[in-house]
Structures are given as structure tokens and as C-alpha cells.
């Protein structure tokens, strides 16, 4: 029931009865039990078999309330020529429209592609038609969506990423870590406080428990997991490339990652060379390159 009118009842049925009031009286405040605060009844006419029900007014036509961007999001690409925002494939002519840079101008369209003249954003604003604008998601080259920079992590800190997959990461310390006014305001700070000299044998030990447990969660996954693990694994071990524990196998000119290339450490489904086993090793290579020991000897090698 409406005060501002009758409301629309299709069709209803009332149970019982002899426990409910027909006509509020106006001294209480809990109305729940009377049958006219509830429903719209009227009172004022009689209803007889001969009446007919009257169709009312149509649907009223309303301004659209949302209109949506021609694009559902950006992806992310920083390469040697500069920073880009690219739009998904799209399946035929598409709209015209202008991404908003940081400064408040339309960012230069080349090829196809947004230059993008600032650090990764998380989202974007995107104008067309004059007079229409949206915000637009922008897909990170890791693959997460309007995510924030991951910021550093030891290398004995990686482990709580991973064991609870497929589960997604502790969202609370993620939260944490991206807040921006935790982090310092100095960036050489931030090194400061992963850089702090570690003893070899603690770095080799942590490292090398690192790719058992690693080792042994995978060779446990089913295939379906399979690409969703890759991705969780690349982006999990970037965390550590600019950590003091990586830095100290760069001294020691050791891959640590070397084990996890053995095929006796990944399913059974990798070991042919199709897509799942392409993906895992662009994977590795990815954080080889990261963490600067690709060429490095392996583990267990003669120097």
C-alpha cells in the first residue's frame, strides 16, 4: 500500500482473518495487522458481478537512465615506444569516441591505439557522441582488471598466494598493500625496506621451499586450472623482482626457477608440447626476465 495512492494487487488471497483488522483506527503506530494499511482496499463502493475490470494507462516511456560507452574496457600495453590503451577486437564498424587522459585532454589515437602519457591507470573516462561520457575499466598486461600496482613482496611471503588456488588471493592484505596512503612517500624507501641484507643460506633455503611447495600444488591441479594457475603463479613471483632475496641469486648467478622447468614437477597433461606446456613456460620466462636471471646457471649445476 502506498500513501500517495492505491497500489496494484493481481490477485491475492487472505489467511487468517479472525486475527486481522479491516480499518486502521489512527491511534496506533504498528499498522502490520490491518488489512486496509497493508493492501489497497476501498470501501466507498459497492463491487457487484456485474462490474468489469478496466485496463489501465500503458507503460510511460522514460528517459534512458544508462547508456553504455562503445567499449566495455581497455587493455594495457607499455612497450619500448611508450604507453598504450588498446579496445578489445571489435566485430564490426565501431564508434567514434575519445579516452580522457589524466590532464583533462583526449589522449592521441595512433593505429588504433591510445597513447597514454601517465603510470597504468585503473580505470579511464571515455567520451562520445559530444555529450555522452562513461568510465571504462583498463586491463593490466597480468591480466586483472582495474587492478592496483602489486606492490613488493618477500620471496617467504609468496607462499600465501598460492596455496589456497583456486581460491583467490587474501583480499584484506591486498587492500592493504594498494592502499596509497600506506605506502611511503620516498619511492627509494620502498627498496629500503626490501632490500635489507639477508643472510645466502636463509635466502636459498626460503627460495628452494618455495618451488617444492609450488612443485607439488601443481602436479595436483586438473587441466581446467591449468591457464588460471599460470597467471596466478606469474603474477604471484613478480612481486618478488625487486626484492634483496632476488638480488642475492643475481649475485650468486643461480636460476632458482630452473626446477620448475623439469617435467618431472609439472602434470602430466604439460609434458607435450601443446598449449598448456607454451603457456607455463611463458609464464617462467616472464619472471625470469622480471627478477634479471634469465642464462643463469641452473640449480644443482657445476660452476
Known amino acids: 500500500m502506498s500513501k500517495a495512492g492505491p ?3 493481481e490477485a491475492g488471497v487472505l489467511l487468517r482473518t479472525n486475527t486481522l483488522k479491516w480499518k486502521s483506527d489512527g491511534r496506533r503506530k504498528d499498522y502490520s495487522d490491518v488489512v486496509n494499511y497493508m493492501l489497497p482496499f476501498q470501501w466507498d463502493c459497492e463491487l457487484t458481478p456485474e462490474d468489469t475490470l478496466a485496463a489501465g494507462e500503458g507503460m510511460e516511456c522514460r528517459d534512458s537512465v544508462f547508456t553504455a560507452p562503445p567499449i ?11 604507453r598504450w590503451l588498446s579496445p578489445p577486437a571489435a566485430p564490426g564498424p565501431s564508434q567514434a569516441y575519445a579516452v580522457i587522459g589524466e590532464e583533462g585532454r583526449d589522449c592521441d589515437r595512433i593505429g588504433g591505439r591510445f ?4 603510470a597504468q591507470p585503473r580505470q579511464v573516462t571515455v567520451q562520445w557522441d559530444g555529450r555522452n561520457e562513461a568510465i571504462v575499466p583498463v586491463i593490466g598486461q597480468d591480466g586483472r582488471v582495474a587492478g592496483a ?7 617467504d611471503e609468496l607462499w600465501v598466494d598460492l596455496e589456497g ?20 612517500a620516498d619511492k627509494s624507501a620502498l627498496w629500503r625496506q626490501t632490500a635489507q641484507p639477508v643472510s645466502s643460506t636463509t635466502v636459498i633455503r626460503s627460495t628452494m621451499d618455495l618451488m ?7 602436479m595436483r591441479l586438473n587441466q581446467n586450472d591449468w591457464t588460471a594457475w599460470c597467471v596466478r603463479l606469474e603474477q604471484t613471483l613478480l612481486r618478488a623482482a625487486k626484492t634483496a632475496e632476488v638480488a642475492e641469486f643475481q649475485g650468486l648467478k643461480v636460476n632458482p626457477l630452473s626446477p620448475l622447468r623439469d617435467p618431472a614437477f609439472r602434470p602430466a597433461f604439460v609434458q607435450a608440447n601443446g598449449p598448456d606446456s607454451a603457456l607455463y613456460e611463458a609464464a617462467l620466462s616472464s619472471i625470469e626476465l622480471a627478477w634479471n636471471i634469465v642464462g643463469l646457471r641452473h640449480v644443482g649445476a657445476k660452476s
Open 7 to 9: 497500489g496494484n494487487l
Open 149 to 155: 600496482p602489486l606492490q613488493p613482496r618477500r620471496i
Open 115 to 118: 597513447r597514454w602519457l601517465a
Open 72 to 82: 566495455p574496457f581497455l587493455y594495457w600495453a607499455e612497450a619500448d615506444d611508450g
Open 212 to 218: 617444492e611447495k609450488i612443485a607439488s600444488r601443481q
Open 165 to 184: 588456488f583456486p581460491e583467490p588471493p587474501n583480499a584484506d592484505e591486498d587492500d592493504e598493500d594498494d592502499d596509497p596512503d600506506d605506502q611511503p
